[in-house]
């Protein structure tokens, strides 16, 4: 599935391949926070020692930088969108609608949701736009 950038996702994709020598697979741009979906593999070169490059990155943007990982399973894919939430185990069903049912640490659950259901809604975007996946509900 080809993903479309705005011009402000563009910008911000720009400077944090830049800083971080990653690929960036896709970018959200939000008025208060921005996500950064880096290449498998490559969570640990964005971050940066002690999380420089990402400190570093939200100081050049002025708002909150979050970083998910690609996957090339959807499971995977779904597990790494809910992080730091722990993840236990995720589901696909296929029917009408494709939905992941993703199992969270019952104490996880708050992360997973974020405050008035960012990170939930974040993670249902990504999976959309990289998966085909219509939905994704906590179990």
Do not use: W
Not at 22 to 43: F, P, Q
Not at 61 to 89: I, K, M, W
């Amino acid at each position: 599935m080809r993903v479309t950038l705005s011009g402000d996702a563009l910008r911000v994709a720009g400077l944090v391949e830049e800083e971080t020598d990653v690929t960036v697979r896709d970018c959200l741009v939000d008025d208060d926070r921005v996500v950064v979906l880096v290449g498998a593999g490559e969570m640990g070169q964005a971050i940066g020692p002690g999380g420089e490059h990402v400190k570093r990155i939200e100081r050049r943007l002025g708002s909150q930088v979050t970083l998910v990982e690609d996957a090339d399973r959807p499971e995977a894919f779904v597990a790494n969108t809910l992080a730091p939430a722990a993840v236990y185990n995720v589901t696909i069903s296929e029917g009408e609608e494709t939905v992941a049912y993703a199992e969270v640490d019952e104490n996880d659950r708050g992360v997973a949701i974020g405050a008035g259901g960012q990170n939930i809604e974040t993670a249902r975007s990504l999976a959309k736009r990289h998966h085909e996946i219509d939905d994704i509900e906590l179990a």
